[in-house]
């Protein structure tokens, strides 16, 4: 199992120092990004000696891929781009995370919503994904960012609907959380999580953030939550955190927790 790292250009030295395998930027700066910015990014990943396994982040947040109305010309445009730097960069898996764009819409049919989603993943993202041998990451998120995918089991379902062979489900301890998923969902889903996020949930008083308290790892079930992931035979675990303080330090201190479960 490999750790990595979410961020961009300003966490890779970081990233590097505290001997995380890879980093994960978002693929929706991938397709805004100049080229300039995209060969300072090469740039810098080389320099570090630093690998960019996967992304996050996977739409621009004013598109929709649900509702009826989908600007398939444009997304399309996007992802050839978005998807032709990732692989230059060395991505491996593209988390589909985005809320907001799979959401489905007040008052629009629910089940006419899934099959857009899917039809979306069939035929405009996951063949494109594929065509650079990239697996896409489905990600369940909590009801206060989608009300669309919500569990690693709905996830899952979804990605077996798909016909593409590269569409997969993505385990994120935060949302897993918020939504009171179980550990034992992750066992019973071999094969299809192949990708993680990890986070230590915030108490109630910080609800919306993800922070990881290096510190002290009895705070959570770190040991129960990689039981599982690795029973289901997941590849990557990502930190996606607001993490304390100075990041490098952080970074550091992090690494070094994750490092106990390699």
Request: aromatic share 12%.
């Amino acid at each position: 199992m490999k750790f990595g790292m979410c961020g961009g250009m300003d966490r890779i030295a970081g990233t590097k120092k505290a001997g995380f395998d890879y980093i994960e930027p978002a693929l929706n700066w991938f397709g805004a990004m100049t080229d300039e910015e995209f060969d300072r990014l090469l740039a810098e990943l080389k320099k570090y000696d630093l690998p960019c396994e996967s992304t996050n982040c996977f739409l621009p947040w004013d598109v929709k891929v649900t509702g009826g109305n989908v600007d398939y010309d444009r997304l399309d445009s996007f992802l050839d781009k978005a998807f032709e730097r990732a692989y230059t960069a060395g991505v491996k898996v593209s988390v589909f995370g985005s809320g907001g764009p799979r959401s489905v819409p007040d008052g629009y049919p629910f089940d006419k919503a899934v099959r857009e989603f899917v039809l979306f993943l069939d035929e405009h993202a996951a063949p494109r994904a594929a065509r650079y041998g990239i697996d896409v990451a489905i990600e369940p998120l909590n009801r206060k960012e989608t009300n669309l995918i919500r569990s690693v089991r709905e996830g899952s379902i979804i990605a077996s609907l798909c016909k593409s062979e590269n569409v997969y489900c993505l385990a994120d301890v935060y949302h897993m959380i918020e939504e009171g998923d179980d550990w034992e969902d992750l066992k019973l889903l071999g094969g299809m999580i192949r990708h993680a996020h990890l986070s230590n949930p915030c108490p109630p008083s910080e609800t919306g953030k993800k922070r990881i308290f290096p510190k002290d790892p009895t705070e959570f079930d770190y040991v129960g939550f990689f039981e599982a992931l690795r029973a289901c035979g997941c590849e990557r675990v990502s930190i996606e955190a607001d993490l304390l303080g100075d990041f490098e330090t952080a970074a550091i201190a992090a690494g070094k927790l994750v490092d106990q479960f390699r």
